[in-house]
């Protein structure tokens, strides 16, 4: 079965840089998409990028050159940082896994992490 | 960006009841919608895909219709079980947008 499991920090600080982790089990990296997304307090909720099978990457505009989606292959992680953060970016954040190009719903999710911005 | 529209943000219905949770997009979509479903602790569950595919491990009760701009998740016969979170998420185009969340409470 596919599993898929966030870490990370609960806590950063503005301006500072949020680094979380999704942990795979049961699948591959190597095959499908692999998807951020957040849940904003009330309920609003934001794509913010994936990595592709092949390492290539595709992220929201909103987000602009502040995120980067990478991934270890031989741990089959893939990993979100998302620079110079503000209190905005407080949300609870889940790794997915999507079928991609023409099918970029999520089949499988992590439970999520809830992320904190404050000093 | 596409506009997801999820008019009713809170729904209560008694269990045997049926439900309509509507999504309108601000643009054509074609049937590219996807439904989920989240409960408090759990993980978010696909439920429909190609705005009236049923994933596997769905109950038939949940059933998805529409195209263009207006779709809709149906729930015949609640269960006690599917209170929760639902959400509608366009996937024509990028950014990847998803509807502002229907709250379904059981009576």
């Known amino acids: 079965e596919v599993q898929l499991q966030e870490s990370g920090p609960g806590l950063v600080k503005p301006s500072q840089s949020l680094s979380l982790t999704c942990s795979v089990t049961?699948?591959?990296?190597?095959?499908?998409?692999w998807g951020w997304i957040r849940k904003f307090p009330g309920n609003k909720m934001e794509w913010m990028g994936y990595?592709?099978?092949?390492?290539?990457?595709s992220y929201n505009p909103s987000l602009k050159s502040r995120i980067s989606i990478t991934r270890d292959t031989s741990k089959n992680q893939f990993f979100l940082q998302l620079n110079s953060v503000t209190t905005e970016d407080t949300a609870t954040y889940y790794c997915a896994r999507s079928r991609g190009r023409i099918r970029d719903y999520f089949d499988y999710w992590g439970q999520g992490v809830m992320v904190t911005v404050s000093s | 960006d596409v506009q997801m529209t999820q008019s009713l943000s809170y729904l209560a219905a008694s269990p045997g009841e049926s439900v309509s949770i509507s999504c309108k997009a601000s643009?054509?979509?074609?049937?590219?919608l996807a439904w989920y479903q989240q409960k408090p602790g759990e993980a978010y569950k696909l439920l429909i895909y190609?705005?009236?595919t049923l994933q596997s491990g769905t109950p038939s009760r949940f059933s998805g219709s529409g195209s263009g701009t207006d779709f809709t998740l149906t729930i015949r016969s609640l269960e006690p079980e599917d209170f929760g979170l639902y959400y509608c998420?366009?996937?024509?185009?990028?950014?990847?947008?998803f509807g502002s969340g229907t709250k379904l409470e059981i009576k």
């Open positions: 998420q366009q996937y024509y185009e990028k950014p990847l947008t």
């Open positions: 190609s705005g009236s």
């Open positions: 990595i592709s099978y092949s390492g290539s990457t």
């Open positions: 049961g699948y591959s990296i190597t095959s499908n998409y």
């Open positions: 643009k054509s979509i074609s049937n590219y």
